[in-house]
């Protein structure tokens, strides 16, 4: 999915791949298709483990290469090339600079041109609207003043755009809103930190936004670095919600306003957020989960729980340990 | 107020009403003026009660007409007649769009056009300036660039719109500031959730912005579901604020960077917020309070209180429990 | 530093001042160059000292004039002159606006025209992109679409600029990122309240950002009320991120999403904050911090210090007083 963005390059082979990590080149050179996480990649593509997180993942995965560090080595599965590397997530940015070397550069789309209306079907076109190269935009779509959609973006049927809004990297599903303000689809938070240069990695990923959803004011939503970034069909966010890179959230979630989630994390469907919640990075949250106003998750939330607080608990002792003084 | 933004359809008789309610319709059939909450239905209206929140309006209630459920039944005064229904919520979203079928459709205003500044008194006027049909702008006022008026906004004298605003269902007195990337006027973030699609219901409310106000850049400000949002004179808002539909703000308040308030709460005057500071909906916050950067509040809080915390609460036990270690 | 953006007054002298206060004037008359914080004044200057913790500052200072109140006034080094008033910051407010007189003013920029890009060395530019006058941009820089610069900022060299952003009074170093709908260098959310209205005071201060800087999408950056607000070299700011006025952030810092910084804190280099997490206003935190998300720092945190909680404190101990329940 993420490849509609950023043209990769085709004829990467092992041996490329080795010289980049610095590792011994091999005898038998072959082509390697693409990176991927665990969750996408498949036999010939190459991959990465570096958390135990993931070990269901690994034992399932039907890729045959993976990246990792020394701690991990000897729980990759026998069936697994491992390429043993100091740091893991550098590797995965250099590999992924080498598939899409133009996966960095985030600068304006100077692709972009008033939009033609008559190339769009049933369109209600705003003043001043910038729309790239190679937009799909479905019938029946409305799309507000000032509005930029950038190259490559592809927006369904019936949609409702409003104003101020920029979008790239992005593929909307159909009868969705994206209101006002709202920012979809830049690079994500990532880098690795450096007191001579931060080191910038690749995002590769891009946003997908399912049917029937709703992105309020001022949202800005991050695309994915290796993954992509998905809001599930029928999911409401309210104004002023930040998403990062990689956050995949389920159907029919209500995320009140100003709630902010950390990169990577995963939540299941129907489930509710309160406002100005935070979620922390690399988490999983289930179904059903309720989690209230102002909480601040930094451990995985089974389903159908409720939680509160600061770190967010079961919202009945939260609530019982702060009765009025 | 509120019907200067929405069309009201000035024909719906009592029959309509219980026919879209799906209760049994009565012999003598009457005209009903307009649905709107206690505080402002009057005797031809009709109204709605659903929480014991509201039980001294409803005694004080000049109109005869409310939708309730089995649970409040008993306690409606016998001079009001009932229209018992399941949901009270959804029956009044139903009976809105009765009333104001256009006020669902919030896509962007296609009257703009580039403003015509001969048409204003003393206007300094930036590039881009989009502005509706009917918008009203004082003397000695000034707009920034690429900023949106749409249809029906009334702005008073000697009113500063900053860059990128957009503001619509808007009334802004006479001396305020609107500061750039603010967006005021949208809808609520307000639905009834289904798995099959959520149920937005009408907002037919608007944003009523005193005199000598200061909205802060990217605030967001949603206007009204039944009743209106108010900002009140004097008050200040900082940056990045966000303020869900029917909040009322009283006068002179200060309310500082990203503070959030959830929909229905009412402010008292002088109130002084502190930075990242949640409210919780449905809530009242009397007069003179002061509220430490970063509480919670999900209570009510009287008058000349000071509270800090996650619950809020008393400031000087929140201080004593959370002394160095 | 801030003079660049606001015209100084440069005939004011002593006696102006001390008419302006409503204090008595003396006989030798004599020109004062500027007013400026206890940090930046010197010789010929007047700068002024409210609270203790400024103590250290006031013995070091060249500058041989401050305002004050009577609490203060004994513990001023009798080298200086002292003029005693009832409100420091009322009277500092009244002195600045003394030297600038149109610091006050922050309506939009009228002097700004679409970009004329052969006048920049190697640009990229958007769409109705704006400039003001006197505007300096670096070579190989872009800038985004709908994007304003106002007059008298200047842009290093190799800086990339995105999409609706607004940038005044603001000074950016070379190889600098500043994403989308980002809003930098208006006017803080400083006055002094009154049931009247409200008294604003000038910002005569400017934003200054480093190279290596990356600010994040929606990102609102004040500019200082008297000193400067500074984002050092090599910092990295993400989404929604706000800061007030006078703030200075050190070197190689990350702050994650929404997180706010009240006025005039001092951060120091190296420092992590989390995503959501709050500084309060006039604090001191040093180098090599750790601030773990949704945090509420409102006391100084020592350098190499890890801190998590609301209010924030030792990590280990936010941990270990908060297992699962």
Redesign the interface.
Known sequence: MQNSFFKKKTNIKINDILETLKLKKQKTNYKVNDIKDLDAASLNDITFFHSNKYLEKIKKTDCKLVITDKRFTHIIPKNIKVLEVKNVLVSVALISSLFYPKALD???D?D???INKKKYEKL?S???V?VGKNVKIGKNC?????T?IESNVQIGDYC?I???V?IKNCIVGKNTKI???A?IG?KG?G?F?S?K??FRYPHIGAVIIGK?V?I???N?I?RGSISNTIIGD?T?L???V?I?HNVKIG??C?I???V?F?GSSIIGN?VMI???A?I?GHLEVGDNVKIG??S?V?KNIPSNSKVM???A??IR?FLKD?K??
């Open positions: 985030d600068n304006l100077i972009v041109d008033l209600v705003g003043k001043n910038l409305s799309i507000g003043h000032n930029i409702n409003g104003s101020n920029i209101l006002d303000g920012i830049k938070f880098f930190p007191k240069l931060n029937n709703e309020g004011c001022n800005t991050d029928g409401f309210d104004n002023q930040h990062a159907k029919n209500i009140t306003g100003q902010g950390a129907n309160g406002g100005q935070g922390s106003g102002g601040g930094i607080g600061y770190p608990r079961n002792n702060n009025d003084d």
